[in-house]
């Protein structure tokens, strides 16, 4: 919305706005244009709207989002723009939203380009939190060569293997949630795909109910999972050809460049939801590496404002 066209009050119309002054913002040294509703007397200004609305660091805001999907730490990036490692505890949060929503823009105009998606590649990305004895699953889905994520979920699992039973004696019995998740996922699938989509996975056996039941018409092509190479994070294959490529590869990217997703880092996830939050802006910044569309901030608000004229 922008300031000039209601009131935040009393959603009073543009004709009852007029300009009140202006003041400055010393955050990023611009001048910010004030107004006041002649219907409710309250006072608002250009900077109201905005997403950095009271935010004391605007300046920051590109360079940690960037930073974010570089594979730095929070307190290095702290250390790069001269803030608090707080603040940046709380851009990821506040980044994480607004890409999440540019993430979904992103995905309609995908569509609106290229036509419905044929297939798709969809597997899990194993990680933890805090500790490898409270694994998480990370379900992600991906558009076959393009690379483009569709969406992802995070659940907790039990812990296997040898840590089972240390995991079990130490926190208790570990909820696992990575069916509920991933059916939440297609779920949200089922919205992107046509009926007649095509899967590629491995031999998971709950992929295979999960699109019978959702995609009951779609084509379903299983793989069988190689070895990883020592180079590629686990997830690039030492094999020729590799089936599952833009899946594996988008792991291996998501391993390389999510700082907490690194094989043998230190920076691991405290809480599932910051995970979540961190995906969803390496997702941003990677569907723009891509360059498969050109959705600059501006071209998406352009976008919105058309869509809303054309609905009415
Ligand atoms: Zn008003």
Redesign the pocket.
């Known amino acids: 919305m922008d300031a000039t066209t209601q009131?935040?009050?009393?959603?009073?119309s543009r004709q009852?706005?007029v300009r009140d002054g202006h003041f400055f913002r010393a955050d990023d040294a611009k001048a910010v244009q004030r107004y006041r509703?002649?219907?409710?007397?309250?006072k608002f200004s250009a900077a109201t709207f905005k997403p950095t609305y009271r935010q004391k660091k605007r300046r920051i805001n590109s360079t940690i989002r960037f930073c974010f999907a570089s594979n730095m730490c929070p307190r290095d990036m702290a250390e790069l723009v001269g803030v608090n490692i707080k603040t940046v505890a709380s851009r990821l949060r506040w980044q994480a939203a607004l890409s999440r929503r540019k993430n979904r823009e992103y995905l309609r105009a995908y569509l609106d380009v290229q036509g419905p998606i044929k297939c798709v590649q969809f597997d899990d990305l194993i990680t933890f939190e805090h500790t490898k004895c409270k694994p998480l699953s990370v379900p992600v889905a991906v558009i076959n060569d393009q690379r483009i994520p569709l969406g992802f979920g995070v659940a907790s699992i039990p812990a296997f293997g040898h840590l089972a039973k240390i995991s079990r004696k130490k926190y208790g019995k570990r909820d696992d949630e990575s069916r509920v998740v991933r059916e939440a996922l297609f779920e949200e699938l089922t919205a992107l795909l046509p009926s007649d989509v095509c899967f590629k996975t491995d031999g998971h056996a709950h992929y295979r109910q999960l699109i019978k039941h959702y995609f009951p018409h779609a084509e379903h092509q299983v793989f069988q999972s190689d070895r990883g190479a020592i180079v590629g994070q686990g997830e690039l294959k030492k094999t020729t050809f590799d089936n599952l490529f833009s899946i594996n590869h988008t792991f291996a990217t998501i391993r390389a460049k999510v700082n907490r997703l690194n094989r043998r880092t230190w920076c691991t996830t405290k809480k599932p939801e910051r995970l979540a939050d961190h995906m969803d802006i390496f997702i941003d910044v990677f569907c723009d590496r891509l360059k498969l569309l050109n959705l600059a901030p501006r071209t998406l608000q352009q976008r919105a404002a058309k869509q809303t004229t054309e609905w009415g």
């Open positions: 009131c935040p009050s009393c959603a009073a009852s706005i509703c002649k219907a409710c007397g309250k």
